[in-house]
């Protein structure tokens, strides 16, 4: 660079070192001041959460409410502060985070980008191993994908729900942007392509336009497949550019999924109650009685108590006998009057009732 440059830049950047070490400063106060939340915490219950999601997300809003105006963004409020929790949480006590790996797959950026980079991460073979990690306490929460915009629910996570002790503390929806990915960044000698089913769904059409004769290989998950290309160059991934720089593959084509604006919505699961934040959703899940106009019946109660239902989904029973259960969203906190009436209204009617969670909205 020319001095002329180096002269005009350089007070502008002792002022950004200035700026950077008072932000420094307060960032150290903030990790103390946690600290001394924790040992509170601690005094009060021994056995108290450190982790508050109701807290968390009022923390988030409040900046992004005070910085309507201000130049910095508001994904970057989020995200920064997300990861400034992250770290005061992990001052208090650290926190084990289950989630379906290997490295590099959409629930673990999910995971991430909820609870920050400062946990201890635990990547599990399947959504069951997920569950079974953090009912048996081996990890302290969990993060499970629910629902693709373009494939719909996630059957197998709605099915272990059902019987799991787990409760929902958080939801996050992330955009999911497929890449092909293999060993060299060409198709030059690739045979096959991997992927989850579900990725393989969502990229349906462009597969069946640039490689309708190759060989379709389902796999436990997308970062599992772009493992499987790391060690063998007859094999092509589907999965995330994150999945691609942790396994060191190069690019053959991005963003492939059928719907440009795919997402896929996660939720964190562990064995917290979680207190009202103000914007609060609670999920559940219930069965009917097998007779005609049941389900009108049974959600009466909803719009009765003023609740507003934003999600309405049904699994089979697995009876053999056309029964189903339902896996419903609405807006509150169990604790909220109206809510709490309505679940009670439809419990006492319900062959089967369970709620899941109620925690903040996104
Ligand atoms: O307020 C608390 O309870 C804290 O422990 C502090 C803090 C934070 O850093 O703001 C950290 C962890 C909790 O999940 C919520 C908030």
Redesign the pocket.
């Known amino acids: 660079m020319d001095n002329s440059l180096q002269e005009a830049l350089k007070p502008l950047r002792d002022k950004i070192d200035q700026i950077d070490r008072d932000i420094l400063e307060l960032l150290n106060q903030?990790a103390q001041t946690?600290i001394d939340?924790?040992a509170v915490?601690h005094k009060f219950q021994a056995d108290s959460a450190?982790?508050?999601?109701e807290?968390?997300a009022q923390?988030i809003r409040r900046l992004q409410e005070l910085n309507r105006y201000g130049t910095f963004t508001e994904t970057g409020v989020r995200a920064v502060w997300a990861e400034?929790?992250s770290v005061?949480?992990g001052l208090?006590k650290g926190l084990t985070v289950a989630y379906l790996g290997p490295e590099g797959s959409y629930s673990e950026q999910a995971a991430m980008e909820f609870y920050g980079h400062s946990v201890q991460p635990l990547p599990c073979p399947s959504f069951d191993e997920v569950f079974r990690a953090v009912e048996a306490g081996q990890a302290d929460v969990g993060m499970v994908p629910v629902e693709n915009s373009t494939e719909g629910a996630v059957n197998r996570t709605l099915d272990l729900f059902l019987n799991s002790t787990v409760k929902v503390h958080g939801v996050r929806s992330i955009p999911i942007r497929h890449c092909l990915m293999s060993l060299h960044g060409t198709m030059d000698g690739v045979k096959s392509i991997s992927a989850h089913p579900q990725a393989l769904a969502q990229c349906q059409k462009w597969l069946s336009q640039h490689y309708p004769t190759m060989e379709i290989v389902p796999a436990a998950s997308n970062s599992e497949a772009a493992r499987h290309a790391a060690q063998d160059e007859t094999v092509a991934a589907i999965a995330g550019e994150t999945a691609a720089v942790f396994w060191n593959l190069g690019l053959v084509a991005s963003g492939i999924q059928d719907d440009a604006n795919n997402k896929t919505r996660f939720l964190a699961i562990g064995n917290i109650e979680t207190a009202p934040s103000g914007r609060d959703q609670t999920s559940l899940i219930f069965a009917v009685p097998n007779r005609v106009g049941a389900v009108y019946e049974m959600i009466s109660p909803f719009a009765r108590n003023g609740v507003s239902m934003t999600r309405f989904e049904s699994r089979p029973a697995r009876t053999g006998q056309w029964e189903y259960y339902f896996y419903v969203d609405v807006l509150g906190h169990r604790s909220d009057e109206n809510v709490a009436r309505a679940l009670d209204e439809l419990k006492q009617q319900s062959a089967f009732f369970k709620i899941l969670g109620s925690y903040p909205m996104q």
Do not use: D, F, S
């Open positions: 903030r946690a939340v924790g915490k450190v982790l508050k999601p807290r968390e923390v400034i929790i005061c949480r208090e």
